[in-house]
């Protein structure tokens, strides 16, 4: 079984990593000590991203079988908090790079002119299979974010870009749903009367509040109303389309209704493992905007309000990519239409019979 020939040195390649590290610094014969820590910072980043983007691709080829079998649930969910788990030491890593000064940075930064993170391949594939569209990207230095890429990478972009992104498979799987509408109870029906309850209550409670002021109240009873306006397009397709194609929301009508019910009814069994896909999803979204928003942090900590490497806008470019580029944010507005569980409209006990377990049934 063993043939004695391998080796640790040998297997992980310890030549060919530890020489990879070439300071532009030394080239130029004024060498600059933390330039090392910066190379392999943002080395491990990439290596971090490889290791995402394989996480990724195995969820989504799963997730594009036209069935998705319920016993690799559990492994989709797995891969995806594994995901989470690596995010964490994305954001660790700023706290290492942060060891650096902005002295020691300006040392070797104009050595660093026009390269850029923003150029990085890998992070470009891997926001397109999470479902990052092209025309919801900010545009940087004014060109599509492409542009940036070297030449031969572009095709190769623009290939996978039209391939099914995890967005997509999650949407369609979310649509194929099969406990919105059964026979004696009408989920949609049920929860809308129960939230408009629920909301014409909280305006009620506002309207009698004597310790607000007025323009607090105008406002509190303005935010309700509003509220009320856009939870009665969850129940008319029309209506949710039109909101939908205005970037109000992103996923499909009926895979929205799905994503509310499994939150809502997550305790009944056959709902928990979607649920913690689900929380999965907004996990590892949220861990992306945390690196972007700490990344923002990082930058004007360095440069203060200096343009980047790239030529872009620095710190504000970072910021701004944190706020705009998130893939499940619908999952997150859903949160607006939640009421306390002992509101919940109560399950006919057939249908929680379909949403437990075989062997509890009797």
């Known amino acids: 079984m063993f043939s004695g020939r391998m080796n640790y040195h040998d297997y992980l390649q310890i030549d060919k990593l530890l020489g990879a590290q070439k300071l532009e610094s030394d080239v130029q014969g004024n060498h600059a000590h933390d330039e090392m820590l910066f190379i ?3 080395q491990v980043y990439e290596l971090w991203f490889k290791q995402i983007a394989t996480e990724i691709e195995s969820v989504v080829k799963i997730f594009s079988q036209d069935r998705v079998d319920e016993k690799h649930m559990d492994l ?14 994305l954001i660790d890593q700023i706290n290492v790079m942060e060891t650096m000064t902005p002295l020691d940075f300006l040392e070797f930064r104009d050595l660093l002119i026009p390269a850029s993170g923003f150029q990085s391949f890998q992070f470009r594939i891997l926001e397109a299979r999470l479902g990052l569209r092209r025309d919801a990207r900010l545009k940087y230095n004014a060109a599509d974010y492409d542009q940036s ?6 095709p190769l972009m623009a290939a996978i870009e039209k391939e099914p992104s995890l967005f997509d498979c999650v949407e369609k799987w979310l649509e194929r749903t099969p406990f919105l509408k059964m026979q004696g109870f009408d989920f949609w029906q049920s929860y809308k009367d129960t939230v408009e309850d629920t909301l014409q209550a909280d305006l009620k409670i506002i309207q009698s509040n004597p310790s607000l002021a007025p323009d607090d109240r105008i406002r509190n009873e303005t935010i309700v109303h509003q509220t009320l306006a856009s939870f ?17 929301w992103r996923m499909s009508y009926k895979s929205i209704h ?3 019910l499994i939150q809502l009814y997550r305790d009944q069994p056959v709902l928990q493992l979607p649920f913690r896909l689900l929380t999965a999803l907004q996990d590892m979204d949220e861990g992306f905007t945390s690196w972007r928003q700490r990344h923002a942090l990082m930058a004007k900590r360095m440069l203060g309000a200096k343009v980047g490497t790239g030529g872009s806008s620095g710190a504000q470019y970072l910021k701004d990519a944190a706020d ?3 893939i499940f944010s619908d999952f997150f507005q859903l949160t607006t239409f939640f009421v306390p569980r002992s509101k919940l409209p109560k399950l006919p006990k057939d249908v929680e019979r379909e949403l437990g377990f075989k062997f509890a049934q009797d």
Do not use: C, D, M, S
């Open 258 to 260: 799905a994503a509310l």
């Open 76 to 89: 989709i969910v797995a891969r995806i908090q594994r995901v989470v788990t690596i995010q964490r030491l």
């Open 149 to 154: 890429l070297r030449p031969e990478q572009r």
């Open 40 to 42: 392999i910072v943002h």
């Open 232 to 248: 009665g397009k969850l129940f008319e397709e029309k209506q949710y389309e039109e909101a939908r194609a205005n970037g109000e």
């Open 324 to 326: 705009k580029h998130k």
